[in-house]
């Protein structure tokens, strides 16, 4: 029988078949609740903006966001403590979404940051009032062209972009599903789902909008070619196993799946689309995790952006990042693991250098945290490498603890201001530590957890990714990486040198006093530092148990 003719026979079987016995789609609503609620409160974020009146939608917007986070995370302890972490893990809707222990320990990490990273969204004190009117770090009117006359007109009525946290909303809703995906397509709209988002809110920036704009659009362009990579792994991948689903491609990379498409029978098993798709796939999370090579947007992006938004989006998303490429390469690719391994050695190897490197050269403090951030990536994917439980339970930590960290040394630089706005150039820092000693000290406590000094979060973070790391047989990973840790310790104790050991200039900055929104961030940011710093032993059995994927 030619091709032709049983591709025709097959057609003819699929129309004769009737339409009663297309089966309706179950899908889980109460074990999808912690998105559900999200994505709802981004829709009523949209329905405030255009029915509520404009004086009173900030304090709606912030209402209904801080309110939405905190219900979708008793959502997700609901479900740990109803057993969907361990016993009851397993896949939900139809097969597009994991159900299971990493799932909802990331969404909740998420989450937490989440709400923490909307306070300093909502902050609108820092700044002196524009005609009578408290402004925040957003722009007046997003869609007027920066110095121009609707510009001014807008800042002078008064206006606000409170479109920021129905964005952020979707960016999150986004980022639960991300981790969570348990088919390619899942993974591909939830990563445009909270891209997106995201894309917009680093072109808001109240001032040097033009940076903004600019670092907004080459985070979309690189962003853009991220998408394409990833999704033409993705067709690759379906072209070798003849399915979008993790576990028939984990089944068909190990060799055992039972029946076999045979419109796909000659496709199937071709391992050059199986290596070249999973590369794909990969080099698109790496984008998103910020690793060397895919990290050029980072440093441009974290300057530009409006610094709340640098803080959510370097935190959120680097948790969002790591849980599906840990999902990825543990649920799907496992039977390639002496494939991807040796390539993740040189990117993790690379990314701690080069991170460490390179923000040594660094002037400006949002630039060399985000040179920081690609360095911790670095470390990150040494506890992926362990392809361990060990390995889970020590990145699942280390995302938990850095992601507070980075939020609060982000809302302490918002509060270093001069007659520009923020003072981000390390030369205004000087003297920090005499002019106001309690922000300094807590910026210092930060930059020591970044360090990996002792009794901070950071320390045991990266005790536990090395430890795992080495154990799984990567000791000279661990000896670069503790190399890297020393070369990046050099540039965070120059900064606390700086604040606290340098003579203040007269025409220094000022600390502006904040709302207790940001003071609630910076204060979280520092007890769950020293928390995890002191006594993390809770926090890594929670970890633990939550470190096994549902296959």
């Known amino acids: ?12 079987l699929a129309a004769e078949a009737p339409a009663d016995r297309i089966p309706a789609p179950t899908i889980e609503y109460a074990q999808l609740a912690p998105t559900l609620i999200v994505v709802g409160a981004a829709v ?17 917007q912030v209402f209904l966001t801080v309110a939405a986070l905190a219900s979708a995370f008793a959502a997700v302890v609901g479900l740990a403590a109803g057993g969907y972490g361990s016993t009851k893990a397993h896949i939900a809707a139809m097969g597009a979404i994991a159900v299971d222990g990493p799932a909802l320990f990331l969404q909740g990490t998420i989450l937490l940051a989440s709400i923490v990273a909307v306070f300093t969204f909502a902050e609108r004190r820092l700044d002196p009032a524009a005609h009578g009117n408290r402004v925040d770090s957003f722009a007046a009117q997003a869609a007027s062209v920066p110095g121009s006359d609707s510009e001014k007109a807008a800042v002078k009525a008064g206006f606000t972009t409170t479109e920021v946290f129905p964005l ?51 985070y979309f362009l690189l962003g853009a070619f991220s998408s394409a990579f990833l999704l033409f792994g993705i067709a690759l991948l379906y072209g070798y196993a003849g399915s979008v689903s993790y ?10 799946v039972a029946n076999i498409d045979p419109a796909l029978a000659s496709t199937m098993g071709n391992d050059a689309l199986l290596l070249i798709g999973g590369a794909l796939i990969m080099m698109g999370l ?39 490429l840990l999902r990825l390469l543990y649920v799907v690719l496992p039977g390639l693991r002496w494939d991807w391994r040796p390539v993740m050695w040189a990117v993790a190897i690379v990314t701690m250098l080069a991170g460490a490197v390179i923000a040594v050269t660094q002037t400006d403090v949002k630039r060399l945290l985000a040179y920081s951030s690609i360095a911790h990536a670095g470390f990150i994917l040494a506890g992926v490498i362990a392809t361990s439980a060990e390995g889970v339970q020590s990145v699942l930590f280390y995302l938990g603890a850095y992601s507070f960290v980075t939020i609060g040394a982000f809302a302490v630089v918002t509060l270093v201001r001069d007659a520009g706005g923020e003072a981000t150039h390390l030369s205004k820092w000087a003297g920090l530590g005499r002019r106001s000693p309690l922000t300094a000290a807590v910026f210092a406590v930060f930059l020591l957890a970044f360090a990996g ?74 007890a769950v530092t020293l928390a995890l ?16 994927f549902v296959r």
């Not at 030619?2 to 057609?11: C, E, G, I, K």
């Not at 986004?174 to 981790?179: E, K, N, Q, S, V």
Request: charge should be neutral.
């Open 286 to 324: 790496l984008f998103k995790v910020g690793a060397v090579p895919f990290h050029m947007w980072t440093p441009d992006v974290y300057q530009g952006a409006p610094t709340p938004i640098t803080g959510f989006m370097a935190a959120a998303t680097k948790v969002a990042a790591f849980g599906a």
């Open 453 to 526: 000094i002792p009794l901070t979060s950071g320390f045991t973070g990266k005790f536990a990714v090395f430890r795992a790391a080495a154990e799984s047989g990567a000791g000279v990973l661990v000896v670069i990486g503790v190399l890297s840790s020393a070369i990046a310790a050099f540039f965070y104790i120059r900064v606390i040198v700086l604040m606290f050991f340098s003579e203040p200039k007269a025409d220094g900055p000022t600390v502006a006093v904040p709302s207790p929104l940001t003071m609630t961030t910076i204060a979280v940011g520092v």
């Open 168 to 218: 952020a909303l979707f960016a999150i809703a986004g980022m639960l599903i991300f981790p969570a995906a348990n088919d390619l397509l899942t993974l591909f709209i939830a990563l445009e789902v909270f891209s997106l988002p995201l894309y917009l809110l680093c072109a808001l920036a109240r001032r040097q909008r033009l940076m903004s704009q600019e670092a907004a659009v080459k």
């Open 44 to 60: 009523l974020g949209i329905l405030v903006e255009a029915f509520v009146p404009r004086k009173a939608r900030y304090y709606v």
């Open 247 to 256: 576990a028939v491609i984990a089944d068909v990379v190990d060799g055992t």
């Open 1 to 12: 029988m030619s091709p032709l003719t049983s591709a025709h026979s097959l057609w003819t």
């Open 533 to 548: 710093g002191l006594a993390p032993q809770y926090f890594l059995e929670l970890a633990g148990q939550a470190s096994t």
